[in-house]
């Protein structure tokens, strides 16, 4: 099976030369197996390409869109659950496409919220300016999310005249209706002197500051090192937010950790952590949506199955 392409950041590669294990499992493309205990077929689990009303926009649940600016990155995780188009240049939104978006959206006044992706939307920052531009002027728009990981792939882009023009345009935009920043971050390697100082200016910016983290097998499958990453986002001023059981994409098998071992991780940091710093661990059932997977405080539960949101039994 082919690997998804590599692409590194210098910022990346000096990681990896200093000896980071967890860096270098995230970016390093290898031969992607099934294991013996999983062997996926679908390359888009959770069947976003089956929402799409205009080019760019994921429409699956009524009062939001996810909306795919572009699908490129500053580089490459080896688990992307998007690794079926990231990296492509097709995904580049042109301003006709944008226009079309948010005119779709205008005219849906059941969307209230939505998410910019990717891909990575900072990585295209003329592209999210003008897409900022159009949603700040739409009424039925309560709230934004912007997905990156650019902070954590290439802290130095964020001295990119061009960033910081959208960095300025977010926070100022951030004034008038609540704008949250999810950052991608997975182990306490990827929080660089250079990495933090970035997120320090973010905060500065005025904006909400949230975390999203993947579960992945022999990178981060361990209490002490999601402890010493919770703690540090929460004591930077971001609030971990969620932690995803790794999507079931074809060739992302390996990454997929042991179910039961990631509710006794969950178990463990709740008891520890202050309650604000342990963020929510789901299973994004294909095609639904997400499910909180059960602490270990409760009883005789069975984590091979739950229920969808339609009260279907997925297997898990
Ligand atoms: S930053 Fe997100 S979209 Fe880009 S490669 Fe990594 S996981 Fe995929």
């Given at each position: 099976m082919n690997s998804f392409s590599e692409k590194l950041t210098p910022h990346l590669k000096k990681l990896i030369e200093n000896g980071?294990?967890?860096?270098?499992r995230q970016f390093i493309a290898g031969e992607?197996?099934?294991?013996?205990?999983?062997?996926?077929?679908?390359h888009d689990p959770l069947k976003e390409d089956n929402f799409i009303p205009v080019r760019g926009i994921v429409h699956k649940y009524s009062n939001r869109v996810l909306w795919k600016l572009s699908y490129e990155c500053a580089a490459h995780c080896q688990f992307c659950t998007r690794r079926r188009q990231v990296g492509s240049k097709s995904g580049d939104l042109t301003k006709k496409d944008i226009k079309a978006g948010l005119e779709y959206i205008l005219n849906h006044k059941e969307i209230e919220e939505v998410i910019l992706s990717g891909g990575d939307p900072l990585f295209n920052p003329?592209?999210?300016n003008y897409a900022l531009e159009g949603l700040i002027k739409i009424d039925s728009i309560k709230s934004l999310r912007i997905g990156t990981r650019l902070p954590i792939h290439c802290p130095q882009m964020f001295d990119n005249p061009i960033l910081i023009k959208t960095i300025n345009i977010i926070s100022k935009y951030s004034k008038e209706l609540p704008i949250y920043?999810?950052?991608h971050i997975n182990h306490p390697d990827e929080?660089?002197?250079e990495s933090v100082e970035v997120i320090k200016k973010l905060r500065n910016k005025g904006l909400i500051l949230m975390s999203q983290t993947v579960f992945l097998k022999d990178i981060n499958d361990n209490t002490e090192?999601?402890?010493?990453?919770f703690r540090e986002i929460y004591f930077l001023g971001v609030i971990p937010y969620y932690i995803f059981r790794c999507d079931y994409v074809k060739g992302l098998e390996s990454f997929v950790c042991d179910i039961k071992?990631?509710?006794?991780?969950?178990?463990?940091l709740t008891k520890k952590l202050s309650g604000i710093a342990v963020p929510t661990h789901v299973f994004d059932v294909p095609g639904k949506g997400k499910i909180p997977i059960p602490l270990n405080?409760?009883?005789k539960i069975d984590l091979s199955r739950c229920s969808d949101f339609e009260d279907k039994e997925v297997l898990i």
């Amino acid at each position: 099976m082919n690997s998804f392409s590599e692409k590194l950041t210098p910022h990346l590669k000096k990681l990896i030369e200093n000896g980071s294990n967890a860096i270098s499992r995230q970016f390093i493309a290898g031969e992607l197996k099934s294991t013996p205990e999983r062997n996926f077929i679908s390359h888009d689990p959770l069947k976003e390409d089956n929402f799409i009303p205009v080019r760019g926009i994921v429409h699956k649940y009524s009062n939001r869109v996810l909306w795919k600016l572009s699908y490129e990155c500053a580089a490459h995780c080896q688990f992307c659950t998007r690794r079926r188009q990231v990296g492509s240049k097709s995904g580049d939104l042109t301003k006709k496409d944008i226009k079309a978006g948010l005119e779709y959206i205008l005219n849906h006044k059941e969307i209230e919220e939505v998410i910019l992706s990717g891909g990575d939307p900072l990585f295209n920052p003329k592209v999210l300016n003008y897409a900022l531009e159009g949603l700040i002027k739409i009424d039925s728009i309560k709230s934004l999310r912007i997905g990156t990981r650019l902070p954590i792939h290439c802290p130095q882009m964020f001295d990119n005249p061009i960033l910081i023009k959208t960095i300025n345009i977010i926070s100022k935009y951030s004034k008038e209706l609540p704008i949250y920043m999810l950052i991608h971050i997975n182990h306490p390697d990827e929080l660089t002197r250079e990495s933090v100082e970035v997120i320090k200016k973010l905060r500065n910016k005025g904006l909400i500051l949230m975390s999203q983290t993947v579960f992945l097998k022999d990178i981060n499958d361990n209490t002490e090192i999601l402890d010493k990453l919770f703690r540090e986002i929460y004591f930077l001023g971001v609030i971990p937010y969620y932690i995803f059981r790794c999507d079931y994409v074809k060739g992302l098998e390996s990454f997929v950790c042991d179910i039961k071992k990631e509710q006794e991780i969950m178990t463990e940091l709740t008891k520890k952590l202050s309650g604000i710093a342990v963020p929510t661990h789901v299973f994004d059932v294909p095609g639904k949506g997400k499910i909180p997977i059960p602490l270990n405080f409760w009883k005789k539960i069975d984590l091979s199955r739950c229920s969808d949101f339609e009260d279907k039994e997925v297997l898990i």
